[in-house]
């Protein structure tokens, strides 16, 4: 079992930074990649960043690389997504998710939603024009 806990949205002008963090607490976590995706009402969820625990591989959506780096705290399980250059259409739902991953997989593994079995509450992003 993983737990997920997001804090950090809130209401941004567009070109404007934030920062989501993910708290992260269970007995597998030394063995889950974590994965961010967001979600806009009416549209499917969306992958936007993962990092592996170990932290050797990044992995991020087109739409947010350059803008938006995925890190981690292994000390204080704490996983980090530092949105910068934000715009309009970067609106949405936030999730935290956790995928295990007990070895590498192909890259299309961490990108993919349904390998994500624990999920965060989820934090609002709103960047206005």
């Known amino acids: 079992q993983v737990q997920l806990v997001e804090s950090g949205g809130g209401l941004v002008q567009a070109g404007g930074s934030l920062r989501l963090s993910c708290a992260a607490s269970g007995r597998t976590l030394s063995s889950s990649a974590l994965g961010w995706f967001r979600q806009v009402p009416g549209k499917e969820r969306e992958f936007v960043a993962c990092?592996?625990?170990?932290?050797?591989?990044?992995y991020y959506a087109d739409s947010v690389k350059g803008r938006f780096t995925i890190s981690r705290d292994n000390a204080k399980n704490t996983v980090y997504l530092q949105m910068n250059s934000l715009k309009p259409e970067d609106t949405a739902v936030y999730y935290c998710?956790?995928?295990?991953?007990?070895?590498?997989?192909?890259?299309?593994?961490?990108?993919?939603?349904?390998?994500?079995?624990?999920w965060g509450q989820g934090t609002q992003v709103t960047v206005s024009s």
């Open positions: 990092i592996r625990w170990s932290g050797e591989n990044t």
């Open positions: 998710a956790a995928a295990l991953d007990l070895y590498r997989h192909s890259d299309s593994y961490y990108y993919g939603e349904r390998n994500y079995h624990y």
